[in-house]
C-alpha cells in the first residue's frame, strides 16, 4: 500500500465516524495494528509508518472538538504532514 492509500483508508474511517469521535478512536487503534503488520511485512516503508502513526496518535488523543477541526485541515491529509512544533524547555 501506498501512503495516499493509508491515507484515504484513514479519512474514510474519520470521515464515516465524523459523529462518533470515539468509535473512530476504535477503529484508528485498530489501523495502527495493521499498519505495524503492513511494515513487518515489507508492504509500507519506514516513513509512511511513522506518518501513519503521527496521525493516528494526533487523532488519538485529541478533543472531540480537535477531532471535527483536524478533519477539516487539509494539509493533515497530505503526504509529508507533520505535526506543529512547540516550543518546550528541555
Known amino acids: 500500500k501506498d501512503t ?3 491515507l ?3 479519512q474514510d474511517i474519520c ?3 465524523f459523529d462518533k469521535p470515539a468509535e473512530a478512536r476504535r477503529q484508528i487503534q485498530q ?3 495493521e499498519w505495524q503488520d503492513l511494515h513487518k511485512q515489507g508492504l509500507i516503508s ?3 509508518l511513522d506518518g501513519m502513526i503521527l496521525r493516528g496518535s494526533e487523532l488519538l488523543r485529541c478533543s472531540d472538538e ?3 477541526n483536524i478533519l477539516d485541515n ?3 491529509w497530505k503526504p509529508g504532514w507533520r505535526p506543529e512544533k ?4 528541555e
Do not use: I, K, V
Open 66 to 68: 480537535e477531532f471535527s
Open 8 to 10: 484515504n483508508d484513514l
Open 15 to 17: 470521515e464515516r465516524n
Open 74 to 76: 487539509l494539509e493533515f
Open 31 to 33: 489501523s495502527l495494528t
Open 46 to 48: 519506514e516513513d509512511a
Open 86 to 89: 512547540t516550543n518546550t524547555l
Open 4 to 6: 495516499r492509500t493509508l
